[in-house]
Nanobody
Framework: QVQLVESGGGLVQSGGSLSLSCTVS????????MGWVRQAPGKEREFVAG????????VVEDFAKGRFTISRDITENTGYLHMNNLDPEDTAVYYC???????????????WGQGTQVTVSS
């Protein structure tokens, strides 16, 4: 069973930065993609960014472009979401997920982490 464990969330002031990590453990990680999805209070889950585990190609939603960067370290079995210029609107629980090729677009994830809270104060 593959397990995804997020870390790095916390409280930051508006305009600040945070980096989230997602470490994969368990059996050999064969998923094609990893993605980050967030859910703000009272709102539906929202895709943030996805990355191909094989070649590192990425998809980043418009609201995150220029501020958020998704990356991965294959040797560490870890994915990252680096977030800059954070806004209170970015306050949410951030989940990492892994799945097949469509996961780069936020679709059809097989595995989910437990989520990490990101709170941006104004």
């Amino acid at each position: 069973q593959v397990q995804l464990v997020e870390s790095g969330g916390g409280l930051v002031q508006s305009g600040g930065s945070l980096s989230l990590s997602c470490t994969v453990s368990g059996r050999t990680f064969n998923s094609a993609t990893m993605g980050w999805v967030r859910q703000a209070p009272g709102k539906e889950r929202e895709f943030v960014a996805g990355i191909s585990w094989r070649d590192g190609s990425t998809v980043v939603e418009d609201f995150a472009k220029g501020r958020f960067t998704i990356s991965r370290d294959i040797t560490e079995n870890t994915g990252y979401l680096h977030m800059n210029n954070l806004d209170p609107e970015d306050t949410a629980v951030y989940y990492c997920a892994a799945g097949g090729p469509m996961g780069i677009f936020g679709l059809n994830y097989d595995y989910w982490g437990q989520g990490t809270q990101v709170t941006v104060s104004s």
